[in-house]
């Protein structure tokens, strides 16, 4: 009796950790990773380590640079290494955070990392994905403003830069006139004063908010802004907090000076973060691919920041393929372009890894308040406090709400204080930010899979006659994007791709345009090479060589962004 107690104890254990499949996280995981709350800065380094220590095989960590504080930059690079050269595989590239209180892209990146090393050799896209392709991961960008959100007190907005002074007001000071927490709650709140000639009133509906009162109607309240002082004597509250400047607006492509583009610092890479980011992203020219993830709004955003640029005509249909399908994978989201459907963006770091290195890019908003109640919301601007409201009291019991207080404010006489608290509506709630991971993350996936996969057709050899042959082989393209987009083949970022053949003497090379009319363009130079400026998206490029000679000889095509291939062939 006893041993089938032990017995059926063990089955049960066993059929608890079962894994049935449709697989969202791992089961039986090697590294345990909570997802439904917040890490900072020093608790996504030690994360990063242990995924490192479990998955020696498939990780190495870099020190992309050091913040304005002093805070470590920190990739985890994600492949199996034992599978080619990972420089030479297609890169995709994931950064998070760049703002520093759009925290929860640093956690979807590194659930990104996570999947994949958990995954691999369990489910089969996850492992041919980790064998043909190379992640590079940056869970943020800008550490110092990650963790003053998280730990100092702040609203909604603050801090979206970092932590290097700066002279927000124009009054020769920095940083003089920030937040100030006045009742001490560890949250940075709303002020209102009750006036019977006020404008605004209590919500019939909802009495924690204000709503405005009709053109004839007495009012109950002012509305006095963020909780705080006027620290510096200017006749303003908190105009002149930490930092100021705004890191997505610090890259090269169309940067304006800040009388133009706010925030937009003194020059181009003039901050510690978007500098060593961006050498970090050029030392790896094999990078085909890029996501960056901000919030929030559930957006799926592509270049161009402003109406003058271009795309280029066959990278639209790229974008316009991965944006329709990631509509799709995310509900409630929507795919835009960023200066037609949002807002101009001078100096963003989108537009920079598209136009200025090649890369189809997208910048997802992570989070939309439409996944509160599973309901459309009007634009990406509407007033959405009602719905908050109502999804605090029926979900998060009264949570994120800060109630009204009395305080006495040494300006405006007997206030209250009260209303949202910082993180929410502009991140998920925990119960649902795994959801939030795992969407962003599959729709990362199906990009970095759509990258270019190359590979080449069995030569067909014939003979010309007089110890002279014809060798004809087709690269192929077995992926939507092509091993250079379009705005990299105008702009000369990467070298033309090169198909080059040993084993035997090329006398000449060309370019087949039409096979079945025999129409080649040769190639002057060097024979044995031929230049070809891409394998297009789920498509193929021909080339031609006359040889003499005779055995095995062998075809390589070396991609900068897809990779190298080989094929090998014989003359008779």
């Given amino acids: ?147 003053s959100f998280l730990h100092d007190p702040n609203d909604a907005h603050s801090l979206r830069g970092g932590v290097m002074p700066w002279d927000e007001d124009g009054d020769g000071r920095f940083d003089e006139d920030g937040n100030d927490d006045l009742d001490g709650d560890g949250n940075i709140t709303q002020m209102r004063r009750r006036n019977p000639h006020g404008r605004w009133k209590t919500d019939p509906k909802e009495p924690r908010l204000l709503v405005p009162c009709e053109a004839d109607e007495e009012g109950e309240f002012d509305r006095l802004g963020e909780e705080g002082l006027d620290n510096d004597g200017d006749g303003e509250v908190n105009e002149d907090g930490p930092g100021g400047y705004d890191p997505n607006r610090n890259w090269p492509t169309d940067w304006q000076p800040p009388y133009v583009q706010g925030g937009a610092h003194d020059y181009p890479f003039s901050l510690p973060e978007t500098r060593a980011v961006g050498k970090f992203f050029m030392d790896r020219p094999n990078i085909a691919g890029a996501q960056s993830y901000h919030n929030n709004g559930g957006m799926i955003l592509r270049p161009p920041g402003q109406q003058n640029a271009v795309v280029q005509g066959g990278d639209v249909g790229v974008y316009d393929t991965l944006g329709r399908k990631g509509e799709q994978m995310l509900p409630g989201y929507r795919y835009m372009i960023l200066w037609k459907d949002l807002y101009t963006v001078w100096g963003g770091e989108v537009d920079w890894l598209y136009f200025g290195r090649g890369v189809i890019t997208f910048t997802n908003e992570l989070w939309t308040e439409a996944n509160m109640f599973r309901t459309a919301v009007a634009g990406p601007w509407a007033d959405t406090r009602a719905d908050r409201a109502r999804f605090d009291r029926l979900l998060l ?176």
């Avoid at 209250?416 to 991971?437: H, Y």
Wanted: aromatic share 8%; net charge neutral; glycine share 10%.
């Fill in 397 to 572: 019991l009264k949570d994120a709400f800060v109630d009204w207080k009395a305080f006495k404010h040494p300006t405006y006489g007997d206030v209250e204080i009260g209303g949202f608290k910082k993180n929410f509506g502009r991140t998920p709630p925990s119960f649902l930010l795994e959801e939030e991971c795992h969407r962003n993350m599959a729709f990362t996936l199906f990009h970095a899979d759509q990258m270019p996969k190359l590979s080449l057709d069995a030569p067909d050899v014939k003979s010309l006659g007089d110890g002279l042959f014809k060798v004809r082989v087709t690269a192929r393209n077995a992926r939507i994007i092509p091993s250079r987009t379009g705005q990299d083949v105008v702009a000369k970022i990467s070298r033309p791709d090169e198909l080059t053949i040993d084993g035997v003497t090329a006398l000449s090379a060309g370019i087949v345009r039409d096979r079945d009319f025999n129409r080649v363009d040769f190639q002057p130079g060097k024979p044995s090479r031929i230049r070809i400026e891409a394998v297009p998206g789920m498509g193929e490029a021909t080339v031609e060589w006359i040889v003499k000679g005779h055995g095995d000889f062998r075809v390589t095509l070396d991609s900068v962004k897809g990779g190298v291939v080989e094929v090998t062939g014989k003359v008779p």
């Fill in 1 to 147: 009796m006893l041993k089938r107690l032990i017995m059926l104890a063990l089955l049960a254990a066993t059929a608890g950790a079962q894994d049935l499949g449709a697989r969202g996280a791992p089961a039986n995981a090697k590294v345990e990773i909570r997802w439904d709350r917040f890490y900072d800065n020093k608790e996504l380094g030690e994360l990063m380590e242990k995924l490192a220590a479990a998955f020696p095989g498939l990780t190495k960590l870099h020190a992309v640079g050091v913040s304005v504080g002093g805070r470590a930059i920190r990739a985890i690079e994600v492949t199996n290494f034992a599978k080619g050269d990972a420089a030479r595989k297609a890169g995709f590239y994931i950064d998070g955070n760049i703002h520093g209180n759009e925290v929860q892209g640093a956690e979807v990146a590194l659930y990104t990392a996570w999947y994949l090393l958990e995954n691999y050799g369990k489910v089969a896209m996850v492992t041919e994905l980790m064998d043909t392709r190379v992640f590079y991961i940056v869970p943020t960008i800008n550490p110092d403003g990650r963790d």
